[in-house]
């Protein structure tokens, strides 16, 4: 339980520096006014997936997670800090779609729809079949090699 703390807090500080990392780079791109970027982080921060921001990556995966690790009644607590771990890699998630999506939407440069004309080169993005497939088997590869880790590795000392 004392090492599942220790990992608690250390993954903390790990999500506090980068929550520095986030808005320094947001600050930064707005300063900087680079069109691309400055598209982006809007899109990302109050366009059509503003959500994905708000609320997975910030809430869900920075002060749900923040606040389960620092109350004294949860921070003793080995369910409360592995669902604040899983929060934590939710909000890694939102951070990745937050990466890729926003990008689909603005060009890097003017002329790049024009260059291309077809269906599956056109801005914007929503994730099909295949791809909910992938995420949900890599979900599971992530599942199994945990159970079987579990099974094998001590994780507990024994007397």
């Not at 791109?29 to 400055?38: D, L, M, S, W």
């Not at 921001?53 to 080995?78: E, K």
């Not at 994730?127 to 159970?147: D, I, M, Q, R």
């Amino acid at each position: 339980a004392a090492l599942v703390q220790d990992l608690a807090r250390m993954s903390l500080g790990i999500l506090c520096f980068d929550l520095l990392l986030i808005t320094s780079e947001v600050l930064v791109t707005f300063y900087g006014n680079v069109p691309h970027e400055a598209t982006s982080w809007t899109l990302a921060l109050f366009g059509p997936y503003w959500w994905v921001f708000w609320f997975v990556q910030l809430g869900l995966g920075f002060v749900v997670p923040a606040v389960l690790v620092s109350l004294p009644r949860t921070r003793s607590n080995t369910a409360a800090l592995g669902a604040a771990g899983l929060l934590m890699v939710l909000g890694v998630l939102g951070a990745r779609m937050n990466l890729v999506i926003p990008a689909q939407f603005q060009p890097a440069f003017e002329a790049l729809p024009a260059a291309y004309q077809h269906v599956r080169w056109a801005l914007g993005y929503t994730p099909n079949a295949v791809e909910w497939g992938v995420l949900a088997g890599t979900f599971a590869l992530g599942t199994w090699l945990f159970l079987a880790a579990r099974k094998f590795l001590p994780l507990e000392e024994r007397s």
